[in-house]
C-alpha cells in the first residue's frame, strides 16, 4: 500500500493566489482528516469527511477555505485567496473507522508571501 | 483550549537517559493513541490503548493508559538519538464522532 498520498509536497505562492492541496487516502478507509500545523498552535483539524460527506467543518478558518471529497480516493482543500498567515503544514489523514489510528500523508508545506 | 495537555513540551537529554512524557485530560477517552513526528514528515502511530490500567510495550518504549481512561504516560528506557521527534497523544472513541483530538506534542531530542 503506497500511504496517504498528497501533493504538492511543497508550495509557495503569492497573496492572493488560489492554492489548491490534494490528497489520495487509503484505499478502503472510510475516513478522511484535513489538518494544518503550525509551531504556535500545534495540530489544527480542519475538517473531516465520513464516506465522503463532510461531518465537521467547524475548523475551517474562513470562508476562504474549502475542501470536497468527490470520491472515496480524492480530496481537495482550496484556499482562495491565500494570505500569509496561512502558511503551515498542511496533513491529510485517513482512517479506517471510528477510533482506529490515523494514517497521514507526508504533508505540504505553503508557505504565502 | 487543548482538550488534551502535554507535558513537558520540551525535553532535551543524553544518550542512554531514561524519560517519561505525559498527557492529561479531564475528559473520558475510549482510547488513546501515541505518534512519533520526524521533521518533515507526518506523525506516525506507534500504539493504541482502550483500557484503563492497560500498559503496553514497544521495545525500550512502554505506554500506559490511566485507570479512568483520562491520562496516559510514554516511558522510554535508555533513549537513542534515534527516538528524536514530536511525540503526540490523541484521544477517541465513543461519542467524538471518528475523530481524535490531539494534544500539542513533547518535542524529544536525544544528544549522542
Known amino acids: 500500500d503506497a500511504g496517504v498520498i498528497q501533493s504538492p509536497r511543497h508550495e509557495v505562492t503569492e497573496m492572493g493566489q488560489e492554492v489548491t492541496l490534494r490528497c489520495k487516502p487509503i484505499s478502503g478507509h472510510d475516513y478522511l482528516f484535513w489538518y494544518r500545523q503550525t509551531m504556535m498552535r500545534g495540530l489544527e483539524l480542519l475538517i473531516y469527511?465520513?464516506?465522503?460527506?463532510?461531518?465537521?467543518d467547524s475548523g475551517m478558518p474562513e470562508d476562504r477555505f474549502s475542501a470536497k471529497m468527490p470520491n472515496a480516493s480524492f480530496s481537495t482543500l482550496k484556499i482562495q485567496p491565500s494570505e500569509p498567515r496561512d502558511s503551515a503544514v498542511y496533513f491529510c489523514?485517513?482512517?479506517?473507522?471510528?477510533?482506529?489510528?490515523?494514517?497521514f500523508g507526508s504533508g505540504t508545506r505553503l508557505t504565502v508571501v | 483550549t487543548q482538550l488534551l495537555e502535554q507535558s513537558p513540551q520540551f525535553l532535551s537529554i543524553q544518550e542512554g537517559e531514561n524519560l517519561t512524557v505525559y498527557c492529561n485530560s479531564s475528559s473520558v477517552f475510549s482510547s488513546l493513541q501515541w505518534y512519533r513526528q520526524e521533521p518533515g514528515e507526518g506523525p506516525v502511530l506507534l500504539v493504541t490503548v482502550v483500557t484503563g490500567g492497560e500498559v503496553k510495550k514497544l521495545k525500550r518504549l512502554t505506554f500506559q493508559f490511566g485507570d479512568a481512561r483520562k491520562d496516559s504516560s510514554l516511558h522510554i528506557t535508555a533513549a537513542q538519538p534515534g527516538d528524536t521527534g514530536l511525540y503526540l497523544c490523541a484521544g477517541g472513541g465513543g461519542s467524538t464522532l471518528g475523530r481524535l483530538y490531539f494534544g500539542r506534542g513533547t518535542q524529544l531530542t536525544v544528544w549522542p
Open positions: 489523514a485517513s482512517s479506517q473507522a471510528s477510533g482506529r489510528g490515523y494514517t
Open positions: 469527511f465520513n464516506n465522503n460527506v463532510p461531518i465537521d
